[in-house]
T-cell receptor, first 112, second 113 residues
Framework: GEDVEQSLFLSVREGDSSVINCTYTDSSSTYLYWYKQEPGAGLQLLTYIFSNMDMKQDQRLTVLLNKKDKHLSLRIADTQTGDSAIYFCAESIGGRADGLTFGKGTHLIIQP | NAGVTQTPKFQVLKTGQSMTLQCAQDMNHEYMSWYRQDPGMGLRLIHYSVGAGITDQGEVPNGYNVSRSTTEDFPLRLLSAAPSQTSVYFC????????????FGPGTRLTVL
């Protein structure tokens, strides 16, 4: 079965790096995603990684994928107050139509 | 492009009432889907469509109907609303199923009294 797990809260100081972790169970996952949701808003795709990659970097964001351990992480460098949001990890399987499987989301709290 | 649009933004219903949540996209995407988001539950798939005229059930389809008569529109119908359907509903679209980018609408916040 498919399951995506995330811790519910992460608190970091402004200017530090944030690392949000995610584990998944389906070894046939093709794409793994990170979405950001600000209060009262929809989901914004931050970045994604194809399952044959180990790392992807995009400005302040670094995604690391350990396929052996089925572990995905999102690192946000120089965390700012605008990064305060809920971050969702999600997986999909290429060619399958039954949507994305989401984690419950990690609330990122920024301390001044 | 407007992307994925949803109406209404907010809705309050009484138990037993019916309504339709609208979703439209102008990106010529074949794949569209509906999710509900509940506190502590993440997002769960309700129904999806891989193209006009084709729909299928997701993880939590009970109490909801969908149809896909055009590529652009994918309405979600609640035939007899129940308090358990109080949630935030998101519509999403992508070029194809399992594609690398799914675009989400802004959501509809529904309260059933």
């Amino acid at each position: 079965g498919e399951d995506v797990e995330q811790s519910l809260f992460l608190s970091v100081r402004e200017g530090d790096s944030s690392v949000i972790n995610c584990t998944y169970t389906d070894s046939s996952s093709t794409y793994l995603y990170w979405y950001k949701q600000e209060p009262g808003a929809g989901l914004q795709l931050l970045t994604y990684i194809f399952s044959n990659m180990d790392m992807k970097q995009d400005q302040r964001l670094t995604v690391l994928l350990n396929k052996k351990d089925k572990h995905l992480s999102l690192r946000i460098a120089d965390t700012q107050t605008g990064d305060s949001a809920i971050y969702f990890c999600a997986e999909s399987i290429g060619g399958r139509a039954d949507g994305l499987t989401f984690g419950k989301g990690t609330h990122l709290i920024i301390q001044p | 492009n407007a992307g994925v649009t949803q109406t209404p933004k907010f809705q309050v219903l009484k138990t037993g009432q019916s309504m339709t949540l609208q979703c439209a996209q102008d990106m010529n995407h074949e794949y569209m889907s509906w999710y509900r988001q509940d506190p502590g539950m993440g997002l769960r798939l309700i129904h999806y469509s891989v193209g006009a005229g084709i729909t299928d059930q997701g993880e939590v389809p009970n109490g909801y109907n969908v149809s896909r008569s055009t590529t652009e529109d994918f309405p979600l119908r609640l035939l007899s609303a129940a308090p358990s359907q109080t949630s935030v509903y998101f519509c999403a679209s992508s070029y194809s199923a399992g594609a690398d980018t799914q675009y989400f609408g802004p959501g509809t916040r529904l309260t059933v009294l």
